[in-house]
């Protein structure tokens, strides 16, 4: 196997007396299968939002990581037949992809802190060894995979997932589809964490959203959400503005979401010490025959707001 894979394992298990064979040393002796130093000789890469559940078949599964390991499995189906490069990926074969699955508050891991199943694990790969995981979950079992984990961070192979632009969305598309938006909504959520403005919902939005149904419409969703927190507008002919009674300011708008349906939105900057905040607040999602209520209570509230001031 490369030496970075058997570095963890040599020194975990083997006190070091084992010894990597001359050919392994050699410079040539490397493939990569995708583009990204994501995809390196040896990685960990986590996977924050990952839920475990407990399967019809007594076992455990998470479903966002399943998605996420299909993703990549697909990139490489699509790789290989494209360069035509013999490849194998198995139990001891040039590409090892493990999925350690757990993904829990208490962290437990089960079957998977045995060392010698760890062991195993960890040295059946020639040349590539990607490693799924929830990290915090892993380092709270105080099992090897803590180890595991701080040593990946230490010799800069640790990644999150979201780093990559396939598998941001491919996590996205999983929340979204298990009906887990509850996750996507935090301002530290993959969608919002690096956008231009804070964007924060109303309880209204959140429950309009839940109603949603339709995986489409709420992928729809979604997408403007993170559009409009990273600066973009709609063009200046293109934009509604709702106005009521005396209310301009801060300025309410609405865009067509998708078929009847609006989203409702203004912005405000908040004052945090010596800086100033933009703020995006989303306050609902609706048909458009509830935009006259809507812009009543928002006019009520920008009153009242205007008062305390």
């Known amino acids: 196997m490369h030496p970075s894979i058997s570095l963890f394992p040599n ?43 407990f399967g019809e078949l007594q076992s455990f599964n998470s479903t966002v990581e399943a998605a996420v390991v299909a993703d990549i499995v697909g990139s490489l189906f699509k790789e290989i037949n494209g360069t035509r490069t013999k490849t194998s990926i198995g139990g001891e074969e040039d590409l090892i992809i493990i999925s350690t699955v757990r993904s829990d508050e208490r962290g437990l891991v089960g079957f998977f802190s045995n060392l ?9 790969a020639r040349y590539c060894l990607w490693i799924f995981g929830n990290e915090a979950t892993l380092v709270k079992s ?52 690096n ?3 804070m964007a924060c919902f109303s309880d209204d939005f959140r429950r309009s959203v839940e109603r949603v149904r339709n995986v489409r419409i709420r992928k729809e969703v979604l997408s403007l959400l993170a559009k409009l927190s ?42 945090e010490n010596s800086f100033y905040i933009q703020v995006l607040k989303v306050w609902d999602i609706l048909p458009s025959s509830g935009i006259p209520k809507l812009a009543m209570s928002l006019d009520t509230f920008f009153r009242i707001i205007q008062r305390s001031r």
């Open 142 to 193: 105080g099992s090897i995979w803590k180890k595991i984990v701080n040593d990946a961070k230490e010799r800069k192979c640790f990644y999150n997932a979201e780093e990559d632009e396939s598998l941001a969305q491919t996590i996205t598309d999983s929340l979204i589809e298990l009906d887990q938006l509850d996750v996507l909504l935090k301002t530290d959520s993959s969608l919002f964490r």
């Open 230 to 271: 990273n600066g973009w507008r709609q063009s200046r002919n293109k934009r509604s503005l709702i106005v009521h009674n005396w209310i301009s300011s801060p300025l309410s708008e609405q865009y067509k979401v998708s078929g009847q349906l609006n989203m409702v939105w203004t912005v405000d900057n908040l004052q």
């Open 11 to 53: 020194t975990e298990f083997y006190g070091r007396q084992i010894f990597d064979a001359p050919n392994v040393k050699e410079t040539g002796y490397r493939r990569r299968f995708l583009k990204g130093n994501m995809f390196g000789s040896c990685s960990f890469i986590n996977i924050a939002y990952g839920k475990e559940e």
């Open 116 to 124: 010698q199943r760890a062991n195993v694990a960890l040295t059946r």
């Open 195 to 197: 956008a231009r403005w």
